[in-house]
């Protein structure tokens, strides 16, 4: 029997920007950035306003492309890729939207169910049995018949969890999933996301500036700004960095590089 010491094995990565430079109007959003997350694992991307957190997401699943640079989704490059296989490439991803991006007109089981009918040949009875689940692991089993705007704003982003999970992607985007929620209802759905992730595995990508959500659940931070990436690695080891942006950050101080700008 081998004994190995040190560290374990850093785990495969899922996603990494490459120098990646975007920029609107003249405007460098993202300049020269670089990051790694890690496979199977809850990673957050953090940074102020306006630094590029969401870029960063329109740039993984390939609705905007880098101007230099390359981004890597589960080793396929995505700026590379041809439209056709871009689609079935996100055919892996599941992606929860800030307000859970429902449709008004149908019923909470129809919206989660909206996936399973688009993207799969599975039989009415499969699809009910796929969506219950769904609706049952986020506290929302007894609601299937209610509409989008009978449902409380925490009510919508957990029905907008269930309709991402419904394809088993192997990657779950959620951008600024706390947006709106007060501070206990973000501490339980911060509690939900980790529940469900430890029971069904794949990579969790959250883009977010809540400093305690990452302190909840986040196994890799990446700290992101004026279009960098500052600092990114494990949790732990961000958390207690020194680096004065990033401690100014996660403290929430007042003195530090970054100003009201």
């Known amino acids: ?33 670089s990051m790694r997350l890690p496979e199977g694992e809850i990673s957050m991307i953090l940074g102020p306003s306006g630094t590029g ?4 997401m ?14 890597l989704v589960l080793r396929e490059s995505i700026p590379r890729l041809s439209r056709p296989d ?3 490439l996100r055919k892996r991803f599941g992606v929860l939207f800030q307000d859970g991006a429902l449709f008004g007109s149908l019923t909470l089981f129809d919206n989660v169910a909206y996936p399973l009918r688009i993207h799969t040949d599975k039989s009415p009875d499969e699809i009910e049995h796929i969506v219950m689940r769904r609706l049952a692991e986020v506290g929302l089993g007894n609601a299937r018949d209610r509409r989008p705007n009978e ?4 009510m919508r982003k957990r029905a907008g969890f269930a309709r991402a999970l419904v394809l088993e992607p192997q990657i779950l985007l959620f951008d600024e999933p706390d947006s709106g929620l007060d501070p206990v209802r973000t501490a339980l759905l911060c ?9 069904n595995g794949g990579t969790y990508v959250i883009v977010s500036h809540d400093i305690l959500s990452a302190r909840r659940i986040a196994s890799h931070i990446a700290i992101l700004w004026q279009g960098r990436v500052v600092q990114d690695g494990p949790a732990t080891e961000v958390l207690a960095s020194e680096d004065p942006f990033v401690s100014q950050f996660m403290a929430g101080d007042a003195a530090g590089p970054l100003r009201m700008e």
């Open 58 to 71: 329109k740039h993984i699943v390939g609705l905007v492309r880098p101007d230099r640079g390359d981004v």
């Open 191 to 199: 509690e939900l996301i980790e529940e469900i992730h430890a029971e």
């Open 151 to 154: 449902l409380s704003g925490g």
């Open 53 to 56: 957190k969401s870029v960063c």
């Open 86 to 88: 871009l689609l079935e």
């Open 1 to 33: 029997m081998t004994t190995t010491f040190g560290h374990p094995p850093a785990a495969p990565t899922a996603i990494e920007f490459i120098d990646v430079h975007k920029a609107f109007d003249g405007h460098a959003v993202l300049d020269g950035m």
